[in-house]
Nanobody, 124 residues
Framework: QMELVESGGGLVQAGGSLRLSCAAS????????MGWFRQGPGLGRQFVAA????????YYGTSVKGRCTISRDNAKNTVYLQLDTLKPEDTARYYC?????????????????RGQGTQVTVSS
């Protein structure tokens, strides 16, 4: 079983940046596509970004494209999400997830493993 633990969230002013981390334990992430999702108050879970197990391909949701970078360090079994130029509408709980089935990367429900999330709050 894989456990995912997110960190790095917090309160930041609009225009600021945060770097979220997702540390995996129990299994190596080497063969997993890793994704980030977020869920704001009263909203459904939204795709933020994903990175192919090879690290060669990355994918971003339209609401964050150009303001966010996903990366992975397989040696540290960790995935990162750099969030820049944050806006109040980015306020949400951000979740990390892992799937061995790359074609599922857009749908959080199809990931085999998910973390508990880290809260990001952006003040105006």
């Amino acid at each position: 079983q894989m456990e995912l633990v997110e960190s790095g969230g917090g309160l930041v002013q609009a225009g600021g940046s945060l770097r979220l981390s997702c540390a995996a334990s129990g299994r190596s992430i080497d063969s997993y596509t890793m994704g980030w999702f977020r869920q704001g108050p009263g909203l459904g879970r939204q795709f933020v970004a994903a990175i192919h197990w090879s690290g060669l391909n990355t994918y971003y949701g339209t609401s964050v494209k150009g303001r966010c970078t996903i990366s992975r360090d397989n040696a540290k079994n960790t995935v990162y999400l750099q969030l820049d130029t944050l806006k109040p509408e980015d306020t949400a709980r951000y979740y990390c997830a892992a799937t061995e089935y790359h074609n599922n990367y857009l749908d959080a429900l199809l990931y085999e493993h998910r973390g508990q999330g880290t809260q990001v709050t952006v003040s105006s």
